[in-house]
């Protein structure tokens, strides 16, 4: 079975690729058995996952391990009721138990809502109500179990909460209690349809409420070409993606389409990240290949990479937001290893990338996953030329691609404003060059209209972020009666720069981005701030930037 899904995958370059590649989709697939199963089948002990924490935990898990408590969990969630179309949230942060969970939920057709420990009581009742979520499994942590503890009232569907430990408080299920319990799991024979819902996505909401982000059965096997032809996996490869299970980043590097290639998946457990523990995790268990979002880059090169041995390290990805040029060049100058970029969002899987077969372009998204019908649309609804900018969509009249969102969950009037006339809308902004690379420039709400030019915040911020006091910054429009609109800059400063937050340091700002970039790009307004809005998630709120200068 798993041949069948690897048919195809060897290519000599990206244009054989882009016309040859095809994706194999089997009546029923279902990734419990047909992945996880067949693997232990084929090679029971091929490492799968191996983990470990900030406590100097260790444990490592073959296909063999993983059918086993994986079958061992569905069992136990059939004994508590839980099947087919239940909804079943998993707060688990970087626990090995969320796999175990997921691939069970899988297995039995029900459906999982993977979110986030960082939300409260408030968050919790909504989701609980928004989806009728039956259960939820947690670690046994606080704030956890308070949070769930306090929405339990407010939260009618809501009929069992399960913890993996280490608490398990009264009113609560235990976890590995139950699955040691279980009885021998029987196989659910067609467990699901294809378009039956697997995953469903609360985004993290720049704008108002999250939605429900729905997912089907075979949206794992669109992320063979995550694994294979961005994070460029092999079967040796050992794979970390630095992300929380709360997270759809979480099944994009650490679950789907690593292991259907082979490649064994790396977790660190930890509660708070640091730069030197993370190189540390990566010179002791040898990771082969990291991915992580430009944050984590920019700590990392900040630290003396020289103290580590990172000889095991083959290849770097990135996403999650745009990346700055100035940090590849300097991750390219400390290690010799190209940050590799890639695009998507919680409704797609990987859409533009950079792959291994190209020379990426600092500061570029790539070219585009030729799994998808993309195109980039002017506000008049045209195609854009070259260097114009356009809103990346997806034309869906030729085809559904698979990995694809089915709609927002319950929501049919905000699927029908984002997906119409079989146009997918991201809402984010590009322009493509003479060689087909994309160029982010930003969400469509947050593109500065002033004096007639229209001004990509990323690339403002690109350009701040090479000067040395600028640690963190969001470029956002100032409403200006004779301009339009102008640009603003919200600034975190290096420690170094704090004394100095002065008129002088803002004119030495002003001109260098005006050196760096067209001059006509500068912010005529430049805030120093302590720390930038954000969403649970860690993106960047603008909105709420935005909003707070027109009051």
């Known amino acids: 079975m798993i041949e069948k899904f690897l048919e195809q995958t060897e290519f000599t370059d990206f244009e054989d690729f882009k016309a040859n590649y095809k994706l194999i989709v089997p009546e029923h697939f279902n990734f419990g058995y047909d992945i996880v199963d067949a693997w232990a089948e084929k090679e029971p002990d091929k490492k799968a996952l191996l983990w470990t924490n900030d406590k100097g935990e260790c444990r490592e898990f073959t296909f063999a391990d993983m059918k086993k408590y994986t079958d061992q969990t569905a069992s136990y969630f059939q004994s508590l009721g839980i099947g087919k179309g239940d909804i079943v949230m998993a707060i688990l942060k970087r626990r090995y138990e969320f796999w175990f969970t997921i691939i069970a939920l899988h297995k039995i057709g029900a459906v999982i809502i993977p979110a986030t420990h960082l939300l409260t009581k408030k968050d919790i009742v909504y989701r609980n109500n928004a989806a009728d979520i039956k259960a939820i499994i947690a670690a046994g942590e606080e704030p956890i179990i308070t949070h769930i503890n306090d929405s339990v009232s407010g939260s009618p569907t809501l009929k069992m909460r399960i913890s993996v ?7 609560w299920l235990d976890f590995h209690q139950g699955i040691d319990a279980a009885a021998p799991f029987v196989k659910v024979e067609n467990a699901n349809k294809n378009d039956d819902p697997m995953i469903i996505s609360f985004t993290s909401g720049t704008t108002g409420d999250p939605k429900m982000v729905m997912l089907d059965h075979v949206y794992p096997l669109a992320h063979i070409v995550t694994a294979k032809y961005w994070h460029n996996l092999h079967e040796s490869s050992l794979h970390l993606t630095i992300a929380d299970t709360g997270w759809l980043k979480a099944v994009w590097g650490k679950l789907y389409g690593q292991w259907i290639v082979g490649a064994c998946v790396f977790v660190y457990d930890h509660d708070k990240f640091t730069p ?3 190189l ?3 010179e002791k268990y040898h990771i082969t290949s990291l991915c992580a979002p430009p944050t984590i880059f920019r700590f990392l090169i900040r630290e003396d990479i020289s103290k580590y041995d990172l000889s095991s390290l083959e290849y770097c990805t990135i996403a999650g937001e745009a990346l700055n040029p100035a940090v590849y060049e300097q991750f390219l100058s400390l290690t010799g290893i190209k940050l590799m970029e890639g695009y998507g969002q919680s409704e797609t899987t990987l859409t533009i990338f950079t792959s291994p077969w190209v020379e990426p372009k600092p500061g570029s998204m790539g070219l585009p996953n030729p799994h998808y019908d993309i195109d980039l649309l002017t506000p ?4 854009a030329e070259v ?17 694809l969102f089915k709609g927002y969950y319950r929501n049919a009037e905000l699927t029908e404003e984002a997906w119409h006339d079989n146009v997918y809308y991201t809402g984010d902004v590009a322009w493509r060059d003479e060689d087909g690379y994309f160029w982010f420039v930003g969400r469509a709400d947050d593109v500065i209209k002033s004096s007639g030019y229209r001004i990509g915040p990323f690339e403002v911020e690109s350009a701040l972020m090479t000067h040395p006091a600028v640690v963190e910054c969001a470029v956002t429009g100032v409403p200006d009666e004779i301009r339009g609109q102008v640009v603003k800059a919200t600034i975190i400063l290096a420690k170094d720069y704090k004394d100095k937050a002065n008129q002088q340091l803002i004119h030495e700002i002003q001109e260098h981005v005006k050196r760096v970039t067209a001059p006509y790009k500068y912010p005529r307004v430049i805030e120093f701030v302590d720390e930038l809005p954000k969403t649970i998630s860690g993106k960047i709120r603008r909105t709420e930037i935005r909003e707070k200068d027109i009051q």
């Open 387 to 403: 260097g114009e900018q356009g809103q990346i969509v997806i034309r869906t009249d030729k085809k559904y691609p698979e990995g």
């Open 280 to 282: 540390e995790m990566i």
């Open 380 to 383: 008049d609804g045209r195609s």
């Open 165 to 171: 430990g280490p608490l398990v408080p009264e009113g």
């Open 276 to 278: 030197h523990a993370m």
